[in-house]
């Protein structure tokens, strides 16, 4: 069986991933600082040492990247390459900060953009974080950097990966980007194929 990371997973499970992983094929570890969400692995994206290198046949990360500085981002990075078996592969989402910045340039900053399950989310809880679980004092949901499509494809190669596939949905609910990107070169039939399991219709 293959296994994925699941790195940040909080509370979700592998259900709540890719349709991609979301099967009998893949075994799900959880990685997660927060000891309270019950992971398999206690760690943070930029010191994942209790995982071992190339143990791993994927990586999977739901809006997590958007909490490090960006001059964390490079040492998560090659965190993610150390623990991924040569032929393994990272899939990312984040905020697409382009399609949220047309709404700030339209003067939409503290705006709904759309209501989520947690509330009403406006440009600025995706630029900053998620104002009320901050208010609480849940700091760790402050946002320290951000991508665009063109940027996040550049960061992801220049820190190793060796092909990247990417899509943005800047329109509401979602105003976030994806990325599937390869530790090793792949045929771009190969890259696309498994883009159309791990990305959303």
């Known amino acids: 069986m293959k296994s994925f990371l699941h790195v940040g997973c909080g509370p979700k499970r592998k259900d709540r991933t890719t349709k991609g992983f979301n099967s009998p094929d893949w075994q799900e570890i959880r990685l997660d600082i927060d000891p309270s969400v019950q992971p398999d692995v206690i760690g943070t994206m930029t010191d994942m040492s209790a995982v071992a290198s190339e143990s791993v046949d994927a990586i999977y990360s739901s809006h997590n990247i958007e909490h490090l500085y960006p001059h964390e981002v490079p040492l998560a990075f090659a965190?993610?390459?150390?623990?991924l078996k040569p032929d393994g592969f990272f899939v990312v989402t984040c905020p697409d900060l382009q399609s949220v910045c047309k709404l700030v340039a339209e003067d939409q900053l503290t705006e709904a953009a759309y209501t989520s399950p947690a509330g009403p989310i406006a440009p600025i809880d995706i630029l900053y974080g998620h104002r009320p679980p901050?208010?609480?004092?849940?700091?760790?949901m402050a946002?320290?950097?951000g991508f665009t499509s063109r940027v996040l494809d550049g960061t992801l190669r220049s820190c190793g990966f060796q092909a990247v596939a990417s899509m943005a949905r800047g329109r509401a609910p979602f105003f976030d980007l994806f990325a599937l990107a390869s530790k090793s070169a792949r045929p771009e039939a190969e890259l696309r194929a498994l883009a159309q399991l791990h990305f959303p219709i």
């Open 79 to 83: 965190e993610f390459l150390r623990v």
């Open 134 to 140: 901050m208010a609480r004092g849940n700091l760790y």
């Open 143 to 145: 946002h320290r950097c």
